[in-house]
């Protein structure tokens, strides 16, 4: 089964190492310098045909330019985005950010993380994933254009 992961995080080391973790998992890895450029960002609604989704990881940091990671997770849930599997990384949590995170699903990591820790999230994201769920492609016409963006 091949796993889709999205990375968000202007940090381009960071977005390096998340990369390359995933890639070492056998994953398809785009990663993104802040969620306004990604094409799931310009959508109204989530335009994946039904029972499909177009990725099963997304793992995005909290403070970013343009729009937080906390706020595209909110505006992908509020589209009707069927990911399940959502992450966010941050070095200073606040006690509502950590409570609407937790409340909408999220795994929350700190800075630093622990590539562990990280690695059995996964592990437990894979178990969650069914083998035979299909992956909606709409979106990475639009994407191969956006050159901070890399795929496997």
């Known amino acids: 089964m091949n796993i889709r992961a999205f990375v968000f995080d202007e940090d381009p080391q960071i ?6 973790v995933l890639r070492e998992q056998g994953y398809e890895v785009f990663t993104f310098s802040n969620p306004s450029l990604c094409p799931l960002y310009e959508t109204h609604q989530c335009i994946c045909p039904l029972n499909h989704a177009c990725s099963d990881i997304v793992i995005t940091d909290l403070k970013m330019p343009m ?10 849930k509020d589209k009707g985005c069927k990911i399940q599997n959502v992450a966010l990384m ?10 609407t995170a937790e409340q909408l699903g999220c795994r929350l990591f700190t800075k630093p993380f622990s ?15 069914d083998p035979h769920r299909e992956l909606a492609d709409w979106w990475i016409k639009k994407t191969t254009c956006n050159q901070e963006t890399t795929t496997s």
């Open 67 to 76: 729009i937080s990671g906390l706020d595209f997770v909110k505006s992908q």
């Open 90 to 99: 941050s070095s200073s949590w606040s006690g509502e950010d950590a409570k």
């Open 115 to 129: 590539l562990a820790e990280i690695k059995a999230w996964l592990r437990d994201c894979e178990k969650r994933t």
């Open 15 to 20: 977005r390096s190492l998340l990369e390359r």
